[in-house]
């Protein structure tokens, strides 16, 4: 059952990165290619996580999880802090 929610938490990342995308390009709003990146940060995280704990439990990933997490909420606080629109 867990593998199901690490899986819908991807699904809903990668979702959210794409109609981010898809709304930036008609908008060209910084501010959404900033947030769609952090998206796609927390999309590879979730990816991370299911092979880590699901795939391959044996193999430690924690530190790629928490660098693509602090990468992608990284990404976002840049935008927020510097872009404005």
Known sequence: MIEFVYVLCMVTSMLCAGLLLR????????????????FVGLAINNVLLL????????VDLRFLRT??????LGLLT????????
């Open 23 to 38: 709304s930036y390009r008609h908008n060209r709003s910084r501010l959404l290619m900033w947030s769609s990146l952090c």
């Open 51 to 58: 092979i880590d704990l699901v795939l391959v439990p044996g």
């Open 67 to 72: 660098g693509a997490n602090l990468i992608a």
């Open 78 to 85: 840049y935008g927020l802090i510097w872009e404005r629109n």
